[in-house]
């Protein structure tokens, strides 16, 4: 319906959603985000150095470790009940980083403790993370089957 065609109902009600709905302070939610998630980084860049100082592992060979490491400590935290706190505040900037894939798979099984470990756990683990390990994989074959074509077309 056009706006020009709204009858008195329609423009009363939607003065009283108006009245009622509630104001997100979107700046302020998008700094927390940030903030949260630039700690996250700085945790994982002091792990990353970590390994490298202790471990004798190189800035390439780090990066594994350190994001088994973060999805560790969030699933962790997670169990704990932590995470979710931290969510609550930052929003956007505790679900982007790789340990949201961390609180997601402990999340869920967390979740689905009650119906027993093969049901309930074991079934309801990878609901959302199995379709991330498949998506990861599937692309990486699809890189690496581009790759080799193009590694035959020029002869490399």
């Not at 309930?120 to 994989?137: P, T, W």
Request: aromatic share 14%; proline share 3%; hydrophobic share 45%.
């Amino acid at each position: 319906m056009a706006k020009n065609n709204k009858t008195p109902e329609q423009k009363q009600y939607e003065k009283l959603e108006q009245k009622y709905e509630t104001k997100r302070p979107v700046l302020k939610n998008c700094l927390k985000a940030f903030w949260v998630g630039g700690c996250f980084c700085l945790v994982g860049q002091a792990i990353t150095y970590f390994y490298i100082f202790f471990f004798n592992f190189t800035e390439q060979t780090a990066g594994n470790p350190t994001v088994a490491t973060m999805i560790f400590i969030a699933m962790l935290l997670t169990g704990f009940g932590v995470y979710d706190r931290i969510g609550q505040y930052a929003g956007a900037g505790s679900a982007v980083p790789v340990t949201g894939f961390g609180n997601s798979v402990i999340a869920a099984a967390i979740e689905h403790r009650t119906e027993g470990l093969v049901l309930g756990v074991g079934s309801n683990i990878f609901k959302l993370a199995g379709s991330v390990i498949v998506f990861g994989v599937f692309s990486a074959f699809v890189v690496a089957l581009i790759k080799q074509i193009y590694l035959m077309i020029i002869g490399g």
